[in-house]
């Protein structure tokens, strides 16, 4: 049997990061501190599950001072560090690390893409298109940042100036459907990518934990926009964070719960009171 640290813990939090744990302008996480603390304190792992890359995502985590494994560009793939204990869970080796991953190459990502623009014109820009610098003045990431998110494995992000209307978007998911490809929408940009979702990513986690484990605790997601609905439908509790607009994303799906708060002030009050609900049962 695998060892996992902790066994069955009381719970796991699956979390999306930029406009949830992270504020959307200026990327800090200060107002989820509390919760951050309380879920130390009781053993509960704390998965990030985000569109950035796994260069991005482990130094964010390393800050964290959080250890679970990763789930990288919209679940392009799941990682752990060689040396943690969650490593026997993964089946897989990329980079040089244990792995597993769902997600499509990125120059046929990058296929993709070509195929929209053909359609829509030179409005459609991906991180491809550009370098750290243009990631740079996208994002308002540092330059550090922006380099390690330039560094693409599974996802595209991409712009799209002007935005098509409703029944245009039905025309560019056709495109990429014919490539085997799909679109999605996080907080600030679109995204090509292939035949994987933070969904599936976390559900096929669950399940390898479960084997290993004898047993599954009991689970909270946390997202702000639509690339995250598949993440919220496979934990127990699935919970939006207010946009930066002070908005909830719409239509949310029967059984995902809102909370008042933008990103990491929702957060916090999202992860307590399920706390709270998890000590009452
Ligand atoms: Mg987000």
């Not at 994002?139 to 100036?161: C, I, K, M, N, Y």
Request: hydrophobic share 40%; charged share 25%.
């Amino acid at each position: 049997m695998v060892q996992v640290p902790g066994g069955v813990p009381d719970g796991v939090v699956f979390t999306d990061l930029d406009g949830t744990l992270l504020d959307h302008h200026s990327y800090r996480y200060d107002a989820a501190l509390p919760a951050l603390r309380e879920l130390d304190r009781r053993g509960i792992p704390v998965v990030l599950c985000s569109s950035k890359t796994r260069a991005e995502m482990a130094e964010l985590q390393a800050e964290l001072g959080i250890d679970g494994p990763l789930i990288v560009e919209n679940g392009g793939g799941i990682f752990a560090a060689a040396d943690s204990p969650w490593a026997g869970l993964l089946p897989q080796r990329h980079g040089g690390l244990p792995a597993r991953v769902f997600g499509t190459a990125y120059p046929a990502l990058r296929e993709g893409l070509a195929a929209i623009r053909e359609v829509f014109g030179p409005g459609v820009r991906g991180f491809g298109d550009t370098d750290p610098a243009g990631v740079a003045a996208w994002t308002g990431l540092p330059s550090r940042q922006a380099e390690l998110a330039w560094q693409r494995e599974f996802d595209e992000p991409f712009l799209w100036d002007p935005e098509p209307a409703t029944v245009d978007l039905g025309r560019a998911r056709q495109r990429l459907a014919a490539h085997g490809l799909q679109l999605t929408r996080g907080g600030r940009f679109w995204h090509v990518l292939g035949d994987n979702d933070k969904g599936r990513a976390v559900s096929w986690l669950l399940e390898r934990w479960r084997d290993a484990v004898g047993g599954r605790p009991p689970s909270l997601g946390l997202g702000d926009s639509e690339n995250d609905l598949p993440m919220l439908g496979v934990v127990d509790r699935g919970v939006l964070v207010e946009r930066r607009d002070g908005t909830h994303l719409a239509p949310r799906p029967a059984g995902v719960m809102t909370v008042l708060g933008q990103g990491p002030v929702g957060w916090n009050r999202a992860v307590l009171e399920w706390l709270e609900s998890l000590a009452v049962v």
